[in-house]
């Protein structure tokens, strides 16, 4: 079975929603950038160890990544998908793990890159908007994308409801396509 970490920042929502549609993987590890946040609790309730690692103590994002990928080998972790983790992922990371780090992103890219993308598209009057995966690369949002849905901006909606309509989406799509990518790589390379 392939071990999968996930990394987080905030609520956590999606690296449940992985967790519960898990098929092609195990989901080992998570990794927490935010000492308080939600993820934390829902990582405890799910019996999934979890490691918090603060950007601020360290000098360099090559030493803090260093420490990152000590644990992910300790967990012999072979995928990794972002899940809300709010930061640029670095040399150290891409090199260990090439095109095997997702992320998933609250619009249609290119379209409303970077943070507080609902909010972007709604300030923009888009009638649309939508969610995407893609592979991490060392830019914000700039990956190949993988996958898309998308998701209408009604007359009605704000950003509050706008990003339920977002997440139900992420909640079905994200563990889709990597119980997906998994599966096409075990049968390209017959270890499955
Ligand atoms: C998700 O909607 C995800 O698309 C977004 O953060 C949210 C995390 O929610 N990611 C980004 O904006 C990355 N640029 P969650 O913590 O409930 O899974």
């Not at 392939?2 to 956590?12: D, E, H, K, Q, T």
């Not at 603060?54 to 360099?60: A, P, V, W």
């Not at 290119?110 to 830019?139: F, M, R, V, W």
């Amino acid at each position: 079975m392939v071990r999968l970490a996930v990394f987080a920042s905030g609520n956590g929502s999606n690296f449940e929603a992985i967790y519960e549609k898990k098929q092609k993987y195990d989901v080992c590890v998570l990794i927490c950038d935010k000492r308080n946040a939600f993820v934390l609790y829902r990582a405890k309730r799910l019996m999934i160890p979890s490691y918090v690692i603060e950007r601020s103590s360290y000098r360099t994002l090559e030493e803090y990544e260093e420490d990152i990928l000590m644990v992910l080998k300790k967990y012999q972790v072979d995928w990794i998908a972002l899940a809300g983790y709010m930061r640029i992922v670095g040399n150290v990371l891409l090199k260990a793990f090439p095109r095997r780090i997702l992320n998933i992103h609250p619009s249609l890219l290119p379209l409303y890159p970077g943070k507080e993308a609902i909010k972007q598209a709604i300030d923009n009057h888009a009638k649309t908007t939508g969610i995407t995966i893609h592979y991490i690369d060392s830019g914000i949002d700039t990956g190949e994308i993988i996958a898309q849905a998308i998701v209408d901006i009604l007359p009605n909606m704000d950003e509050e409801t706008v990003k339920d309509a977002i997440q139900k989406q992420e909640h079905l799509l994200y563990p889709q396509i990597i119980n997906q990518l998994i599966e096409e790589e075990a049968n390209e390379t017959g270890t499955y």
